[in-house]
């Protein structure tokens, strides 16, 4: 069993997350996180669902799910969050601009996560 301090834990998180931030942009955050969702059954998935659904339909968002993230789903919330802006809100907008058919995934993820109601407790 491997057993690692706090500080090589940060270290280990503070190099993903720069990784993340320097290889991203939104569009490929909007992509991960909706294949996160699409993937998995889980709370972060969940989370991945909600914020894409909201920033596409203009409705609130409940930002205690970010603390679902593990630290990369995080940054990809993040840049997703930070490249939300007032002209250019949908995300289905910017995966069709890396060539992903962003209405065809926002429409599966509607479809999967809309109505789903999360076990107390989380899964």
């Given amino acids: ?32 996180l909706s294949r996160l969702a699409m993937e998995h059954d889980c709370d972060s998935s969940h989370a991945a669902a909600r914020l894409l659904i909201a920033m596409e339909r203009g409705e609130a968002f409940d930002f205690r799910l970010l603390l679902k993230f593990d630290s990369e789903n995080r940054v990809h919330a993040d840049l997703v969050i930070m490249g939300y802006c007032a002209h250019d809100l949908w995300p289905s907008r910017w995966l069709d ?27």
Avoid: C, H
Avoid at 10 to 16: A, D, L, N, P, V
Avoid at 113 to 120: G, H
């Fill in 1 to 32: 069993m491997v057993i690692m301090t706090i500080k090589e834990i940060i270290s280990r998180e503070e190099k993903q997350r720069d990784d993340v931030m320097e290889n991203s942009d939104r569009a490929y955050s909007a992509f991960a």
């Fill in 97 to 123: 601009g890396i060539g992903e058919d962003g209405s065809t995934i926002v429409k599966q993820l509607m479809d999967k996560w809309l109505n789903v109601e999360v076990p107390e407790g989380g899964w």
